[in-house]
């Protein structure tokens, strides 16, 4: 926490894009803005986004955009977000900092119209990953918002050096753009306990349930792993559209799982983290990944990774992740079998995965940021 008391001054954050579940993007936000404790900030987000901040004790201005109870449609609650954002009621001055905390266009959109309103207000624009071609719309409504970010934000903060490359070259300013690695609540992580009335998983996920997250890959990879080990349980932790939840429990009875794998839903964090926490391997089958923030927070609880392959991983998981060529599904199976089978090679990689967690933290993540914001001033 920051003792320096500066004159205050207010930052504008838009967390219009939030759907449902936490993305890493929403808890970087949230972590950060906690301990920006010498700023005035308003939020400028959904009935949902608030929800999500409230609980987890960020006490701001909150201005709603859209109050729906379940996030369904994404195209229309997203068209109704940017109309309400661009309107919105809020006194800007020349101090006046508008902080962007997804590239997508709910974010971006309304800012770019209120920034005209005071041309000497600055723009910090977060970006955590680029979206693959595979999601059309997405794809190019990120191209869209990039090109705007690309012409009229003052910094960009990414969270990976190969984002930082990458953006640079599509055309970002090399000094535009900044690496900032997002933090870990170690010490609230520390007083997560183990219990005996949980259930016990062999492995566990926890991310918001599409097929880009690798999902079904990790049932089909589990009904290999049930073949060695065949009372092996794993839990499932995210929240999925509906028709996402009905393909996963089908795939899951295809596989005749109904046994071996659980969908927990969405779970508040005490209740996620004492699950993972009484549960031995995480596992990360995604094909899109921007940092890995559920990934680290299970390594300081001492579970070892088995993810794909990604790019990203070399660098933020040098220790304490085994990583398997993407798309080689029989492979993934045997290193979980191999983890959850050989005692030695399991407590080597819980002893280096929290060794590894140990390099990140929020209240450094938030010192960093709050020096950018002020070299504005």
């Not at 930052?11 to 010498?38: C, H, P, T, Y």
Request: one cysteine or more.
């Amino acid at each position: 926490m920051f003792k320096e008391k500066n004159k205050q001054r207010t930052i504008i954050a838009f967390m219009n894009s939030f759907s449902s579940g936490k993305s890493g993007g929403d808890m970087v936000f949230i972590e950060i803005a906690k301990r920006l404790v010498d700023f005035s900030i308003i939020v400028v987000t959904s009935k949902l986004g608030s929800k999500l901040c409230k609980e987890n004790n960020l006490q701001v201005k909150f201005v709603i955009t859209t109050k729906e109870n379940a996030f369904k449609n994404t195209i229309l609650i997203y068209i109704k977000r940017i109309f309400i954002g661009l309107f919105v009621k809020i006194t800007i001055t020349q101090d006046t900092l508008f902080l962007g905390t997804s590239d997508f266009l709910p974010d971006v959109l309304p800012i770019i119209l209120l920034k005209q309103r005071s041309k000497n207000t600055k723009w910090i624009q977060h970006i955590f990953h680029l979206i693959p071609k595979e999601r059309k719309i997405s794809f190019y409504s990120q191209k869209l918002s990039f090109a705007i970010i690309k012409k009229y934000a003052d910094l960009v903060i990414v969270d990976n050096n190969l984002l930082k490359d990458d953006l640079i070259k599509l055309g970002f300013q090399k000094h535009k753009v900044v690496l900032n690695y997002p933090g870990l609540n170690i010490e609230y992580l520390k007083t997560i306990k183990q219990s005996t009335t949980n259930k016990f998983y062999d492995a566990i996920v926890m991310a918001q349930l599409r097929k880009s997250k690798g999902i079904f890959d990790l049932v089909e990879i589990w009904s290999m792993v049930c073949k060695i080990i065949p009372n092996a349980k794993l839990g499932i932790i995210g929240k999925g559209t509906e028709d996402v939840l009905d393909a996963i429990k089908t795939t899951i009875k295809n596989y005749s799982l109904e046994q071996n794998i659980d969908i927990l839903g969405f779970l508040p964090n005490d209740q996620a983290f004492q699950i993972i926490n009484n549960s031995k391997i995480f596992t990360t089958p995604s094909y899109e990944e921007g940092f890995g923030i559920a990934a680290l927070e299970a390594q300081t609880l001492g579970l070892p990774i088995v993810a794909w392959a990604l790019p990203i991983f070399d660098e933020i998981f040098p220790q304490g992740m085994i990583t398997v060529k993407i798309g080689d599904k029989n492979s993934f199976a045997k290193e979980i079998v191999k983890l959850l089978t050989e005692k030695d090679l399991y407590k080597k990689l819980s002893f280096s995965a929290e060794i590894n967690a140990k390099r990140f933290n929020w209240d450094y993540t938030a010192e960093k940021e709050r020096n950018m914001i002020n070299a504005f001033y």
